[in-house]
């Protein structure tokens, strides 16, 4: 499935009451951590030792009449988020268990590098394995140090996250050319936090959910061979989809890892039809955004991203325990007859439970996209 993120932006803006106008550019949401200049000098370049949270105000025209939906946006924006992390594992009724995660308070910390900034980089991540073990673990164990270690970390870290992935397959491809029993492939989903910005970072078929005062908000596509868009990437670099599959291969069309399966991947500029390079999604934080649910494919078989938004918010007003939710979200979904492995990683934005509240779920006539048709036509086909 692939899918289409702006429908449920869109939706989550018209519950807020906020147009879609309302939304923050991907633009405004880094300079903002970085910058608290005035707004007449946005443009100037910033520094370390200019970020301050407290500070951090949108990029937005100022005029002596403001109203009053002018002073929601600016309420909602000026949030600073408490961090609560939980996570959960299970083999489920595989024989070997390939998921994998982490989760990283403080990235630079964690790694002893002392950053002038005051806020810390949270780093969260599921890794999803197939054909071993190997390649997640890899990817687990030196994405995140990777991202640490270039030179334009923290500022720039849209360039630093896509390059990392780039890196990090490139070193197990040489890995594997040294001892080739490591061969093996890996999805991989990445959440990092910065003060008030959230950056998504996906290759492969994990899921990133946020819950945006009840409603869900997909923060990834699910990189699939039924996806058009991941179709036509893939044919103009000489792959092709048979029976539902990557050159007939594998089940994903983006991944870290799977060097040794001829033809998906070249070394080099183009590259093959099987890439590494995540799709990123960044989100500016506000008082609304509850919580973000990270899980590998096998939850999502058996949850729809609604539905385990609203079974995760029960969840925590009954108990407001992280890592409870996470196990219980887990325990269903084998109850719902799940049977990959299982890995959720869930992080909330607030110390307290999400407030009771009656979602209003949109009026308005659906139709199915080009892409759904497309989605439809190969279900029916195969």
């Not at 001829?262 to 960044?282: Q, V």
């Amino acid at each position: 499935m692939c899918v289409l993120d702006a429908e449920q932006v869109a939706e989550g803006m018209e519950h807020l009451g906020l147009s879609k106008d309302d939304e923050n550019d991907k633009t405004w949401a880094l300079s903002a951590q970085f910058s608290n200049t005035q707004i007449e000098n946005r443009e100037k370049e910033s520094t370390c030792d200019q970020i301050s949270l407290r500070n951090s105000f949108p990029l937005e025209s100022i005029c002596e009449d403001t109203t009053v939906t002018d002073k929601k946006q600016s309420l909602l924006n000026n949030f600073i988020p408490t961090l609560r992390s939980g996570e959960w594992s299970d083999i489920g009724s595989r024989t070997f268990m390939e998921d994998t995660h982490i989760c990283i308070a403080d990235l630079a910390k964690n790694f002893g590098y002392n950053l002038l900034c005051e806020e810390a980089v949270s780093f969260y991540g599921v890794f999803d394995g197939h054909g071993g073990k190997s390649a997640a673990q890899f990817v687990r164990d030196h994405l995140p140090r990777v991202i640490v270690e270039d030179a334009d970390f923290p500022l720039e870290l849209e360039k630093v996250v896509t390059r990392s992935f780039m890196e990090t397959d490139a070193a197990f491809a040489k890995s594997c050319s040294l001892e080739s029993a490591l061969s093996s492939g890996t999805t991989a989903l990445t959440a990092m936090i910065f003060g008030r910005s959230l950056l998504v970072a996906n290759a492969g078929d994990c899921r990133a959910v946020l819950s945006r005062h009840g409603v869900a908000i997909e923060m990834s596509k699910d990189h699939r061979p039924g996806c058009l868009n991941e179709r036509m990437r893939i044919e103009s670099l000489g792959g092709f989809i048979d029976d539902g599959y990557l050159n007939g291969q594998l089940g994903v069309t983006r991944a870290l890892g799977n060097w040794h399966m001829k033809g998906l991947k070249e070394i080099g500029e183009r590259g093959g039809p099987l890439s590494a390079e995540p799709e990123l999604k960044l989100m500016t934080l506000t008082k609304e955004d509850e919580f973000l649910i990270i899980g590998s494919d096998g939850v999502w078989d058996v949850f729809r991203s609604q539905n385990a938004v609203d079974f995760a918010r029960r969840k925590l007003q009954e108990h407001n325990d992280v890592k409870l939710c996470c196990k219980e979200i887990v325990e269903e979904a084998i109850k719902r007859g799940a049977s990959d492995n299982l890995t959720v990683v869930m992080v909330c934005f607030h110390s307290e439970p999400p407030p009771q509240v009656m979602v209003q779920r949109p009026k308005f006539r659906r139709s199915i996209s080009a892409e759904g048709l497309q989605n439809l036509k190969i279900l029916l086909e195969g």
